[in-house]
């Protein structure tokens, strides 16, 4: 009898030690196995992610319920049944892609959720002291830079609000199928609506990992960086809001991780849970500390050495692959990690007139889309395809120009060391998951 019931006992005990990414229901205050906690924060190596590990969390679920995600995914259940989209015939989705019904709807839902979700891990770290471990101890954020954090998450709000009323007319207008409630749950669990619906559900984490990384890998060649990404790396100093502390443009291919509700016939559920993921997950991850269920020393790294760990860890196999794995702070700073100013982190200084242009004109790539799709404008399947082009891959198009216009070395930096392979690969589908599904969206919504 002893011998059947132990494996139940060791299942159960494993359960309890590891749910929602926590230990035994403990969620502040605790470090991974890895982490030697006489060693300053940052200078426990981290195990090297595999995908043999990947693969293995995925077919267990424990990338579902021994993680945050176990968190996130009840979050979006409740949004979605307690917050319905109504996507009927006469209802606002249905309206246009773009509408001030829709925002005045959705925004304050998602203002609420997401900046309160940062706020709490804010508070709970750096007032609270429910975290011990900082990176860099006794940091104190100053409130400029604090400002200058939530002027962007409410930029990434508003963003995210675009994308969701993009998909709610389309699928309010029908020029876009999904995987209706009532075929998810009304014809048992053996159904293929309902296993459609779980396999999304399990499917949408890993590919966030995916796609972060190719979506990332793009960001960081120079002409992008310098106009785009280089504004969530005024933040090498990270604290819970700087994690959506970025550029419109890269939310615009941040948020385009929802591919998969393009390309599949997928639950509005689906696509929702991908939003809450990517605008709740850089939260804490951004929090500056290594002792809570969601800290992510792998993503430290990445903001104080620039070029390293740009995966997600689930997927950091792929920064292994392509050398670009770093699983400790550097030996020179032994000594602990000092703070840094952050200074460009301000709203006192104004933007400087290349970054008030290249906005302009990567808002002008997407306005004209939107001003023919808000007015209905008919326009034929050509017109429709080089408009959805130009607001897809004209900020991308944009920055390789400014480029070569400041003549600023060579546009394959920092990997031109990296081979003709390598660059074509990660351009290829940086483009692919990024510029690909914002263009096809926009072409749903003219077609």
């Not at 992610?49 to 077919?59: Q, R, V």
């Not at 307690?82 to 001030?100: H, N, R, T």
């Not at 699928?171 to 159904?191: E, M, T």
């Not at 509700?261 to 290594?290: K, M, Q």
């Amino acid at each position: 009898v002893l011998g059947h019931s132990e494996p139940h006992c060791t299942y159960i005990m494993e359960f309890f030690r590891d749910f929602a990414g926590g230990q035994y229901l403990r969620f502040f205050n605790i470090v991974p196995p890895y982490i030697d906690q006489k060693k300053k924060p940052g200078f426990s190596a981290i195990p090297t992610p595999t995908f043999g590990n990947w693969i293995k969390e995925g077919l267990l679920l424990r990338h579902i319920w021994a993680s945050p995600n176990l968190v996130w995914v009840a979050i979006a259940l409740a949004i979605y049944f307690l917050f319905p989209y109504d996507l009927s015939p006469g209802s606002v989705a249905a309206k246009a892609p773009l509408s001030w019904d829709f925002f005045h709807e959705r925004f304050p839902l998602w203002f609420v959720v997401t900046l309160g979700y940062n706020a709490f891990f804010y508070i709970t770290m750096y007032s609270l002291g429910w975290g011990v471990r900082s990176f860099i101890p006794n940091r104190v954020v100053p409130l400029d830079k604090l400002l200058h954090n939530l002027l962007y998450n409410v930029s990434a709000v508003v963003i995210w609000v675009g994308f969701e009323n993009v998909f709610a007319y389309l699928w309010a207008s029908g020029r876009l199928a999904y995987l209706a409630d009532a075929d998810a749950f009304s014809h048992g669990l053996q159904s293929p609506g309902f296993l459609r619906f779980m396999a999304g559900l399990i499917i949408v984490p890993m590919w966030r990992e995916v796609h972060f990384y190719f979506a990332h890998r793009l960001l960081h060649y120079k002409p992008i960086f310098q106009q785009v990404h280089s504004l969530h790396h005024r933040n090498t100093d990270i604290e819970p809001f700087s994690g959506l502390t970025m550029h419109p443009v890269e939310h615009l291919y941040y948020y385009s991780c929802i591919l998969p509700s393009v390309f599949f016939l997928a639950s509005p559920l689906h696509f929702l849970w991908n939003g809450i993921h990517l605008l709740l997950s850089p939260g804490a991850s951004h929090s500056g500390f290594d002792d809570h269920f969601q800290a992510d020393p792998f993503h430290y790294m990445h903001h104080r050495y620039f070029e390293c760990n740009y995966a997600g860890f689930s997927a950091g196999a792929l920064d292994v692959i392509f050398g670009t794995f770093m699983g400790k702070f550097k030996e020179r700073e032994e000594d602990g990690a000092k703070e840094r100013l952050d200074s460009k982190s301000t709203i006192r200084s104004p933007p400087t007139l290349e970054f008030v242009l290249y906005l302009a004109l990567s808002a002008a790539c997407v306005g004209v889309w939107a001003y023919v799709a808000v007015e209905h404008l008919a326009v034929s399947q050509t017109v429709a395809a080089a408009l959805a082009f130009v607001a897809g891959f004209g900020p991308v198009v944009l920055a390789f120009v400014f480029f070569f216009v400041n003549g600023n070395g060579s546009s394959l930096d920092p990997f031109s060391k990296k081979g003709l392979f390598e660059n074509v690969l990660h351009l290829g589908m940086g483009n692919l998951v990024c510029a690909v599904p914002v263009a096809l969206a926009c072409y749903l919504t003219l077609a």
